[in-house]
């Protein structure tokens, strides 16, 4: 186990880690003003890697969903550093986010968020179109990508005749849309019953050790340990400790 003070004195650079597809250095969050000031995170630094899955624990409002708004560009940090694609993009204003989020990230949710009128199909298709309204043939792409997670002959099926960890399935799909190379989870599994959620963890974990994505996972469920090559733990905005499941070794 490693503690926060330590992992951030040992980060390497940007430029001797080609496997370090994003990172946070020394980063805060701080809400309100003055008296009224509510730090939601403090001094946290973390390397994001391809083909690895980090699991971020914490218990309700230590911080976890603060951490990876940051990182996923969808929140403005008080302090610190966010490396991207080579460079520190913390200080960047909004109209330049949108296309490094693009480019960089796919995010899943616990609610799912697809469009009951829209099939699966069309659901992933309309994402793609959304990333880059000029990539030709999105629904070849998103039929490639539902067979990719499973869903081939499900894929003209509207949510509503879908199971929750189908459901799951073709949000995968739909973040994979533009071939981010991150994809960041939001509590992906706290909908689903144990067994689909752990289907759902392991097709995640496929795809970071097979297709060189990083996977970074919201989760209250230690049993998703299993699938993890990190496990960062989040309490009253600071990062704790970050340590390696034994269990990483039987994937």
């Known amino acids: 186990m490693i503690s926060a003070l330590a992992l951030a004195e040992s980060l390497p650079s940007m430029g001797k880690a080609p496997d370090v597809l994003a990172r946070l250095v020394h980063v805060g969050k701080i809400y309100g003003a003055g008296e009224h000031a509510v730090a939601a995170l403090s001094n946290a630094s ?38 991207l694609e080579g460079r520190n993009v913390a200080g960047l204003g909004e109209r330049a986010l949108p296309p490094l989020r693009a480019r960089n990230f796919g995010f899943v949710f616990q609610g799912f968020n697809l469009f009951p009128a829209l099939s699966a199909l069309e659901n992933v298709a309309m994402a793609i179109q959304m990333k880059d309204p000029k990539f030709k043939k999105p629904r070849d792409e998103a039929r490639r990508l539902l067979e990719l997670v499973g869903l081939g002959p499900r894929m003209h099926h509207l949510p509503a005749d879908l199971s929750g960890g189908q459901k799951q399935r073709v949000a995968i799909a739909r973040a994979l849309g533009g071939n981010p190379p991150i994809l960041v989870g939001d509590e992906p599994t706290a909908a689903l019953d144990t067994k689909t959620a752990l289907s759902v963890m392991e097709l995640l974990r496929e795809l970071a050790s097979e297709r060189g994505r990083a996977v970074v996972v919201v989760t209250h469920d230690p049993r998703l340990e299993r699938f993890a090559d990190r496990v960062v733990r989040v309490e009253d905005g600071l990062i704790q400790s970050i340590s390696s499941p034994s269990a990483t070794a039987s994937h």
């Open 46 to 83: 973390l390397d994001i890697r391809a083909g690895e899955v980090t699991l971020i624990e914490g218990p309700s409002g230590s911080g976890k969903t603060t951490l990876i708004s940051i990182l996923g560009l969808l929140l403005t940090p008080t302090s610190g550093e966010i490396w």
